[in-house]
């Protein structure tokens, strides 16, 4: 399969009424959502997609009730662990967006670690989208720009961003049936083709992921200017 799309964003929303409507608490569908993030991760490697840029944590996600967010803290330390073995496997590239100031020094180190691990890897690049948030990460560009008193153009803005290494954005996909960008990528976002589906995350398909593949290839993407 050969697909023209270099760059993906997924704002994997919906883990939380996944587990509701099965009578369980909010973790469980957390817990599948990871496994999600495996399967779609996989995916994207062996369509040979260059970068693939995961929401898994907002800025705007600490107001959520403190055991819900200790517990997605956990599963992210365990889900590196975790992923280690896959990622080496399958040439996979680790890299994260976000402010990662704020979290326990034992979720950094993991970071830290699976970046390392992962640093000369030549496949897929795995960008998870970690105490992110649009806002903030133009708050920090701006502010890098003054302190080096660099004039803001669209040019210098851009590469002062936290995606600037991963290049521009081609297509962002929302699952949970909600039609908004919760502060993710804006800036980047200005050219890119958007996905809304009501499937919750942990449901999202491999057939549901290549039909969006597909329907992107038929997009006509204009830039403001005329066809042909
Ligand atoms: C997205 O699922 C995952 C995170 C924000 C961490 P939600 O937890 O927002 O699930 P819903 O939207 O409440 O169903
Ligand atoms: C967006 O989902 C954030 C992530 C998927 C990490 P939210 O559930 O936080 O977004 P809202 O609150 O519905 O806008
Ligand atoms: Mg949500």
Same mark, same amino acid.
């Given at each position: 399969m050969n697909f023209s799309c270099q760059h993906i964003g997924i704002i994997m929303d919906g883990n939380g009424r996944w587990a509701e409507r099965r009578d369980k608490n909010r973790s469980f569908? +957390?817990?599948? @959502?990871?496994?999600? /993030?495996?399967?779609?991760?996989?995916?994207?490697s062996r369509f040979g997609i260059r970068y693939l840029t995961l929401y898994a944590f907002s800025?705007?996600?600490?107001?959520?009730p403190s055991l819900?967010?200790?517990?997605l803290m956990q599963l992210m330390t365990k889900y590196l662990k975790n992923e280690l073995p896959l990622l080496i496997e399958n040439n996979i590239r680790f890299e994260t967006i976000g402010d990662l100031n704020p979290f326990s020094s034992a979720l950094k180190k993991q970071i830290q670690?699976?970046?390392?691990?992962?640093? +000369?890897?030549? @496949?897929?690049?795995? /960008?998870l989208a970690l105490n992110y948030g649009a806002h903030d990460e133009m708050i920090r560009?701006?502010?890098?720009?003054?302190?080096?008193?660099?004039?803001?153009?669209?040019?210098?803005?851009?590469?002062?961003?936290?995606?600037?290494?991963?290049?521009?954005?081609?297509?962002?996909?929302?699952?949970?049936?909600?039609?908004?960008?919760?502060?993710f990528l804006l800036w980047q976002a200005a050219y890119a083709e958007l996905f809304f589906t009501s499937t919750l995350w942990p449901d999202f398909s491999a057939d549901e992921f290549m039909g969006i593949l597909e329907n992107f290839e038929l997009r006509e993407r204009r830039y403001g200017g005329l066809n042909g």
């Amino acid at each position: 399969m050969n697909f023209s799309c270099q760059h993906i964003g997924i704002i994997m929303d919906g883990n939380g009424r996944w587990a509701e409507r099965r009578d369980k608490n909010r973790s469980f569908g +957390h817990e599948a @959502g990871a496994q999600k /993030v495996r399967e779609i991760t996989q995916l994207c490697s062996r369509f040979g997609i260059r970068y693939l840029t995961l929401y898994a944590f907002s800025t705007e996600n600490w107001k959520r009730p403190s055991l819900e967010v200790s517990f997605l803290m956990q599963l992210m330390t365990k889900y590196l662990k975790n992923e280690l073995p896959l990622l080496i496997e399958n040439n996979i590239r680790f890299e994260t967006i976000g402010d990662l100031n704020p979290f326990s020094s034992a979720l950094k180190k993991q970071i830290q670690l699976t970046k390392e691990t992962t640093a +000369h890897h030549t @496949g897929l690049t795995q /960008v998870l989208a970690l105490n992110y948030g649009a806002h903030d990460e133009m708050i920090r560009a701006i502010n890098r720009l003054r302190e080096y008193d660099i004039t803001p153009t669209a040019e210098q803005i851009e590469n002062h961003l936290d995606t600037a290494p991963f290049g521009k954005i081609d297509m962002i996909i929302r699952t949970g049936g909600d039609i908004r960008l919760s502060n993710f990528l804006l800036w980047q976002a200005a050219y890119a083709e958007l996905f809304f589906t009501s499937t919750l995350w942990p449901d999202f398909s491999a057939d549901e992921f290549m039909g969006i593949l597909e329907n992107f290839e038929l997009r006509e993407r204009r830039y403001g200017g005329l066809n042909g």
